[in-house]
């Protein structure tokens, strides 16, 4: 086997901050303050982003090598932040890396979004041409495989309609079915099978697969662990921008989930005390399976597990928890105050309260939960925001292949289903 | 892998690497994309024509306007000399040069900034972008030009001595040199905007006073001896002049003035490509 792709080294710094304010006028403010020994009038007052340190820098990707074989279905996993999309921009070239160099054999066609470049006042025919050229297809090309892309797509009665007055759902499959026809010699995806129904997603898998199977080379980044699984033989495993592993998919895969179970690295969150609290958080932790973490499984068993501290004794605060999803709803809300709930055995002034919410079936993405807290069930709670954030990730829970994704529904129950024939029915009855 | 597997650099079709040659232009990478560029220039048409009333005639009422007020702030208010051609006639060869001129450059200046979604997602060499915009702006011109026959040819009919002269063959030379420069310029500019925005509101602006600069309103022979050297120095002066002499019979036009400009646009357009070039590679991580 030859290899078709190898990266040696690979590194890439950003910045951090503002270095420079953007415009030439501020800068020259900012010069001429500087000059007066005034402070520098852009400087974000009150903010404490650890991101926005001046002048520090990060390495999204940290001397980064390996090498993809020719033919080669590669997965690339990792938590969000590891890397994986500094690396899909320089293999596709939008960007060029700090240090180190790509080799590559053969024609890229790298797919970060799904559609780039289309036009809304231009007809689908006239986009799947642009879309095609902006992909790195000659016209020639497009012309031999259009009635391919355009049955792909299924949007055949509104080929010559602008896209613009095409439902979503419509515009993703035409674009899709662009890319899905560019046949390069290796193919880069960036989880553009975020997109779509769940029928279509099995069509953009089955596709790729094909494209896999003909002997060409697959680079596949994506959260959903399920598909890596189905499609990429191999896997490499970004951490903190390098290489953490690398080897057999399902092995990976395996690991990278369990690893951020047992990872010490995550930290609980820590608050301190305000001057007018009378009861107040210290730390929350989650735990996932009776394990520290901050990533759940789908499936796991959830609880949190808050450390509180307050200026008298007291044997029953009052405790309240909801979990947010990533547009802020809130979905779950719990609080003792409805419910009987155990005091501790005598008066404390610190304490630890467990909340276990059991077999929560949230459905893969962001959370953050919302800690309420009072001196007793009935009193004024403190209430603090994003007091723990937590990403759940897809996870074939049952063991049978089958991965709940987000777009079905909110929650995924774990449900019995109760088969009954009208004899048996009749038998019962009787 | 073993040893035997590795390869001379020579095997490989291509090679990312932090900074590239900066002699290289990655001009054949821009033509092997040529297909694109006609694909951008018939978005752009497109694009620009559905859902106006008055689709290509924008183009026109736009020429004609000015060529109107021209004539009565300068023509008839000011009374600048016109080299003794008709005044609406003069004042509309000057304004459909310069303003292809102009068009090229302000819309390729923002390149960059206006494209970074697109060029954020997928590598095509950029420069495919401002090339494309040039050409479409292409377009419009040649309706401008149309009309500007047809008011000439209006003005032939009514008995107005027409003086076309040997010039004229000389146009797409012309529209050569005013293409080059202001893509020239504008990809320069497009370049120091990803640093700096305000830039861009300096390019309305420095363009507006260059045309004050150039035989837009004036014809270079009316120009003081003491300030003729700001006209000779000013690389599309000669270009407005010699369309003035080929269509209309009146201008300064000379072999020599043209070279200048064809030189003074290469140099302009190497500039601007290797700029581009380079800040190309990584503007993404700072727009």
Redesign the interface.
């Known amino acids: 086997m030859k290899n078709v792709i190898s990266v040696e080294h690979l590194t890439k710094q950003y910045d951090l901050g503002v270095i420079g304010t953007g415009t030439l006028s501020r800068d020259l403010n900012r010069w001429w303050a500087r000059v007066r020994k005034q402070p520098d009038p852009y400087t974000r007052i009150g903010r404490q982003d650890p991101f926005a340190r001046i002048g520090e820098s990060i390495l999204a990707l940290d001397d980064v090598s390996f090498t993809v074989q020719q033919g080669e279905a590669l997965g690339i996993i990792g938590r969000n932040g590891a890397g994986k999309s500094t690396l899909l921009k320089i293999l596709s070239r939008v960007t060029a890396p700090t240090k180190g160099v790509v080799k590559v054999k053969g024609r890229i066609g790298s797919l970060l979004e799904v559609g780039t470049g289309f036009h809304p006042e231009l007809t689908g025919r006239e986009n799947v041409y642009l879309n095609g050229a902006i992909l790195g297809m000659k016209k020639a090309e497009v012309t031999r495989k259009f009635d391919e892309i355009v049955a792909f797509s299924g949007v055949e009665k509104f080929i010559d309609t602008p896209v613009k007055r095409y439902s979503s759902g419509m515009y993703v499959r035409l674009a899709f079915a662009v890319a899905a026809h560019l046949d390069p010699e290796i193919l880069i995806v960036d989880e553009v099978l975020a997109v779509g129904d769940a029928e279509f997603q099995k069509k953009c898998l089955g596709k790729m697969g094909d494209v896999a199977g003909e002997g060409r080379t697959v680079l596949f980044v994506s959260h959903n662990m399920g598909a890596i699984q189905r499609l990429c033989k191999n896997s490499i495993w970004l951490q903190y921008g390098s290489v953490r592993n690398c080897g057999d998919s399902s092995s990976m895969v395996d690991e990278y989930l369990h690893s951020s179970t047992i990872s010490t690295k995550i930290e609980p969150s820590t608050y301190p005390k305000k001057e007018y609290q009378t009861i107040w958080v210290k730390q929350v932790e989650m735990y996932c399976n009776g394990l520290p973490t901050n990533i759940m499984r789908y499936g796991e068993e959830l609880s949190f597990s808050i450390d509180f501290e307050c200026s008298s004794r007291i044997s029953k605060p009052g405790i309240g928890l909801a979990i947010k999803n990533d547009k802020d709803e809130i979905i779950i809300n719990v609080n003792n105050r409805y419910q009987i709930s155990p005091k501790f055995p005598q008066e404390i002034i610190e304490g630890k309260i467990n909340v276990h919410l059991g077999q929560v079936p949230l459905m893969s993405g962001l959370y953050s939960i919302i800690v309420w807290l009072g001196m007793d069930p009935l009193s004024d709670h403190y209430r603090i925001d994003d007091a723990f954030t937590f990403e759940v990730l897809e996870y074939d829970a049952w063991g049978n292949g089958w991965v709940p994704t987000r777009n079905l529904s909110r929650f995924w129950w774990k449900t019995d289903f109760e088969f009954l024939d009208s004899e048996s029915i009749d038998d019962l009855v009787s | ?1 073993s040893e035997k ?1 590795i ?1 001379s ?1 020579e ?9 590239k040659k900066w002699w290289d232009l990655q001009l054949r990478d821009v033509w092997h ?1 040529r ?2 560029i ?3 220039v ?2 752009d048409f ?2 620009r024509y ?2 106006t009333i008055l689709g290509p005639l924008w183009f026109i009422i736009q020429p004609l306007l000015t060529s109107v007020v021209f004539t009565v702030i300068f023509g008839n208010i000011a009374k600048l000399p016109t080299d003794g051609l008709p005044q609406m006639l003069f004042y509309m060869s000057g304004n459909i040069m310069w303003g292809y001129f102009s068009t090229c450059l302000t819309s390729t200046s923002t390149t960059f900034t206006a494209n970074a979604h ?7 060499p950029r420069l495919v972008m401002p090339v494309s915009i040039v050409i479409s702006d292409l377009i419009t011109f040649a309706i401008q030009f149309m009309f500007f026959l047809a008011y000439l040819l209006f003005f032939y009919l009514r008995g107005t001595e027409v003086g076309l002269t040997a010039w004229a063959f000389a146009l797409p030379l012309l529209l050569v040199l005013m293409a080059g420069l202001g893509l020239g310029f504008g990809i320069i500019i497009s370049s120091m905007t990803t ?5 861009q509101y300096l390019v309305g602006f420095g363009v507006g006073l260059w045309m004050y600069g150039t035989p837009v309103i004036y014809p270079v022979s009316s120009i003081p001896e003491k300030w003729r050297w700001v006209a000779d120095f000013n690389p599309v002066t000669p270009i407005i002049e010699t369309f003035r002499k080929g269509f209309l019979g009146a201008g300064d036009a000379s072999w020599l003035r043209l070279a200048y400009s064809a030189g003074f646009m290469l140099v302009v357009m190497l500039i601007g490509i290797l700029v581009f070039n380079r800040v190309e ?2 503007f ?2 700072t727009v």
Do not use: A, C, H, N
């Not at chain 2, 095997?11 to 900074?19: G, K, N, Y």
């Not at chain 2, 697109?118 to 095509?124: A, Q, S």
């Not at chain 2, 640093?195 to 830039?199: E, G, I, N, P």
């Open positions: 892998m597997e390869k650099d095997d490989w079709d291509l090679i990312i690497t932090p900074r994309y297909d694109l006609g694909l951008f018939r978005r497109v694009s559905k859902q697109l060029f954020g997602k997928v590598y095509f640093k700096y925005r305000d830039l590679k990584t993404i991580d």
